[in-house]
């Protein structure tokens, strides 16, 4: 065997090296893509979590029983923010949804039981009043819910 032959089947595997290696990398993006994609999952739901919480708060429903003019600007704040974070976290779990990047099952278990709470009047007049894309979008799901808006 001559030695261009021998060179001749080192640069055909070193072809192969260079084939393998970049399936490698592309199985390595996307495990990473994927893991982002969840971490941010995780980031909504902790998000509306935390609204949840804030909303089923004694302090919130207090406010909530009080006409609109007697509240303070700290305490319009306290009685808004909670609603806009379970829109933010609704939101996110939608794009999520829409790009393909969340488990069916997951984002199926969230719209039967989470986004019918988003058609109480004063969540749903304040997702009305959201502008943006995503929020439209967000209004149109909960719109196919049946049941009415309490």
């Given at each position: 065997?001559?030695?261009?032959?021998?060179?001749?089947?080192?640069?055909?595997?070193?072809?192969?090296?260079?084939?393998?290696?970049?399936?490698?990398?592309?199985?390595?993006?996307?495990?990473?893509?994927?893991?982002?994609?969840?971490?941010?999952?995780?980031?909504?739901?902790?998000?509306?979590?935390?609204?949840?919480?804030?909303?089923?708060?004694?302090?919130?429903?207090?406010?909530?029983?009080?006409?609109?003019?007697?509240?303070?600007?700290?305490?319009?704040?306290?009685?808004?923010?909670?609603?806009?974070?379970?829109?933010?976290?609704?939101?996110?779990?939608?794009?999520?949804?829409?790009?393909?990047?969340?488990?069916?099952?997951?984002?199926?278990?969230?719209?039967?039981?989470?986004?019918?709470m988003l058609k109480t009047e004063f969540i749903y007049s304040a997702l009305q009043d959201r502008p943006g894309p995503l929020s439209q979008d967000l209004l149109k799901e909960v719109d196919k819910i049946g049941g009415q808006k309490t």
């Amino acid at each position: 065997m001559e030695f261009s032959h021998l060179a001749d089947i080192g640069e055909f595997l070193g072809g192969i090296g260079v084939i393998a290696s970049l399936l490698y990398l592309a199985k390595e993006i996307r495990s990473s893509t994927h893991a982002a994609y969840s971490t941010a999952y995780e980031e909504a739901v902790q998000q509306i979590l935390a609204g949840i919480h804030e909303i089923m708060g004694d302090r919130w429903t207090e406010l909530r029983s009080r006409p609109l003019d007697e509240l303070s600007d700290v305490e319009q704040f306290q009685l808004d923010a909670p609603v806009a974070a379970l829109l933010f976290g609704s939101e996110a779990l939608l794009n999520l949804k829409q790009r393909g990047h969340i488990d069916t099952k997951i984002m199926e278990n969230v719209e039967k039981n989470y986004f019918p709470m988003l058609k109480t009047e004063f969540i749903y007049s304040a997702l009305q009043d959201r502008p943006g894309p995503l929020s439209q979008d967000l209004l149109k799901e909960v719109d196919k819910i049946g049941g009415q808006k309490t």
